[in-house]
């Protein structure tokens, strides 16, 4: 027992102290035990390198180079309009680094640092896009490295606008003319494509949102890996939405937008107004309907229960309630301002046997001949007009945009966010005409790393980190908060096996006296089966007796009560008698 005990004792230490190297590693560590356990005969991981694009593009952006971002990407120092001060400025923190779980070494990516601020950044395309007879495919990679609580990781494509070139003034209220990516907050997810289609007849501008994916999205935000969205938007008026490379969301910039590109042909008049003897209602009270006579809307609903006698012990000349007979008037009692004192109530104290005390009042019972107020049925309304619309006019304001693809041209991409969880990470945008252009950039990068994690994955420490969700630390944390009862309980069963050694049970010796017993049988039965026929005796039933009684003498010094019935009835051992 004491053995089992120190085994499992040991065993228990042996898995704190791993899992608080767990918790101490950092997530580098852990990567590279990840790649130590690749079998010896694979070949080793390619080292990472740089994606390029295999044709010219509008951006093609990996952010491996940090004095190229610097260059390249604007920060922004705007303030939003009418919020307050404190939380105006755009003063989140973007930074070129690593991913936390990060499989392709020297792989960076631009991060999201705070949370809960105002964050904005932007970057000039190579050339303005102008939506004519080549699609636009807009490309990028996000991680939510902490999960997502509440906000967005979309990106902007700004609108071509000379009164808003400026970068270093990119906020909220920049013109843009798409909209795209993931956002959420609580149990609200989405995967926005919004774009801003400009009236021709007035130049207005209004945002149509692109109706919801049909596949679920709360894993994206959720497990910590890297995704990758992609919007074609063709110029036969026709989108696509991937994530991961699988369509998600598809359709017609015609028809599955709210609201609608085109307005309706007829509107309802607004100067329109419904008639006054217009009449809606569908049924009405049958006005040949009368009251019948033995109809009563008096009969009240209850009515008291004749049959109702008054239990047996009612006390009905004794109160429910008695002053108390130990209350005192105060001594500041001043009957002039506080008037005639009275001593509380409290229950009669003879009434907490008795069934009831004071009048007795029969119980109430439902009126049989109740009927309340008599109504006239309905019937159809003879004069039923149906439900009033105003009449339809023509919309003074109709168009008919054949082609909502022609959208306002793009010159720069940016990210406007808030987020209330912190460290997310975008790599590798790209903005293209070409969608195999795009589809060999996420061979380069996506793909890459997505076989890389699917690798990963399958080590035993990869598989252990995924149920973790890649938190170590907490989930060691938890292990050894769990393991202090145990401990304590092992700890418990030491200290009684120490004691049970020192102090050896009932149960011990009545063991150890058995065995005496058996090996003592054996012996003489040895004996007997030695010594030949023809020499040996009768054995004399009093000397039996006596030497039995002499090995339970002995045996009652250890065994309890029970042992020496047992022995006593056994009886001694008694030889055949000789034939001869």
């Not at 852990?30 to 010219?56: G, L, M, Q």
């Not at 705007?78 to 400025?89: G, H, P, Q």
């Not at 919004?194 to 709360?218: C, D, M, Q, T, Y």
């Not at 890389?452 to 994955?457: E, G, L």
Request: proline share 9%.
């Amino acid at each position: 027992m004491e053995k089992l005990t120190i085994c499992l004792l040991f065993l228990v230490s042996a898995s704190l102290l791993g899992h608080v190297h767990s918790t101490q590693a950092t997530e580098a560590d852990i990567d590279a035990e990840v790649v130590i356990e690749n079998e010896p005969d694979e070949p080793p991981v390619a080292t990472y390198e740089s994606p390029r694009p295999i044709a010219p593009v509008l951006l093609a952006e990996n952010f491996d180079d940090k004095d190229q971002f610097e260059k390249t990407w604007v920060k922004s120092q705007a303030k939003k309009e009418d919020i307050d001060e404190d939380i105006a400025k755009y003063d989140g923190v973007w930074l070129i680094e690593e991913p936390k779980r990060n499989v392709e070494g020297a792989n960076l990516g631009l991060v999201l640092k705070s949370k809960a601020r105002h964050a904005a950044i932007s970057t000039v395309l190579e050339k303005p896009f102008k939506f004519e007879d080549k699609p636009l495919v807009v490309q990028y990679e996000v991680i939510f490295q902490e999960g997502q609580e509440c906000g967005g990781a979309y990106l902007k494509l700004l609108s071509l606008d000379f009164k808003h070139k400026d970068l270093n003034n990119f906020h909220d209220k920049t013109p843009y003319t798409i909209m795209f990516g993931p956002d959420k907050c609580g149990g609200d997810h989405k995967l926005h494509f919004i774009f801003r289609h400009k009236n021709p007849l007035n130049g207005s501008v209004e945002e149509k949102h692109a109706k919801k994916p049909n596949e679920r999205l709360e894993d994206f935000f959720k497990d910590k890996q890297p995704h990758l969205y992609t919007l074609i938007v063709r110029p036969d008026n026709t989108f696509v939405i991937k994530v991961d490379g699988t369509i998600v969301n598809e359709g017609s910039l015609l028809d599955d937008f709210t609201p609608p590109v085109n307005p309706p042909l007829e509107i309802e008049d607004p100067n329109d107004k419904q008639p006054e003897d217009w009449d809606e209602r569908e049924k009405i009270p049958d006005p040949t309907a009368v009251k019948p006579d033995d109809w009563d809307e008096d009969a009240p609903a209850q009515i008291i229960d004749e049959s109702d006698v008054i239990p047996d012990g009612w006390l009905e000349n004794e109160p429910a309630t008695i002053p108390n007979p130990e209350s005192v008037k105060p001594e500041d009692w001043d009957e002039e301002m506080d008037g005639e004192w009275e001593p509380p109530e409290v229950q009669n104290p003879k009434c907490v046997t008795a069934p009831g005390c004071g009048p007795y009042k029969k119980r109430l019972i439902s009126n049989p001949k109740y009927k309340g107020k008599w109504l006239p049925p309905l019937i159809n309304n003879p004069n039923y007009q149906g439900k009033w619309k105003p009449r339809l006019i023509h919309n003074p304001d109709y168009f008919n945009d054949e082609n909502p693809f022609k959208m306002t041209p793009i010159y720069a991409l940016g990210f406007e966010l808030w987020s209330m969880s912190p460290d997310i990470l975008f790599d590798n945008i790209i903005v293209a005409d070409d969608e195999y252009v795009a589809e060999k950039w996420a061979e380069q990068t996506f793909e890459v790393r997505k076989r890389k994690i699917a690798k990963d994955a399958e080590t035993w420490w990869g598989k252990m980190m995924k149920m973790m969700n890649y938190k170590p630390g907490w989930w060691a944390a938890y292990f050894v908060y769990c393991s202090i009862p145990i401990s304590i309980y092992i700890c418990f069963l030491i200290s009684q096996a120490r004691k049970e050694m020192k102090e050896p049970s009932k149960n011990q010796y009545e063991a150890d006296t058995d065995d005496l017993i058996d090996s003592n049988k054996e012996n003489v039965d040895d004996v007997d089966e030695e010594e030949p026929e023809e020499t040996k005796e009768p054995i004399d039933e009093e000397t039996t007796k006596k030497s039995s009684g002499k090995e339970e003498l002995e045996n009652s010094k250890i065994i309890e009560s029970n042992k020496e019935t047992s022995s006593s009835t056994e009886g001694p051992r008694r030889r055949k008698p000789n034939k001869e």
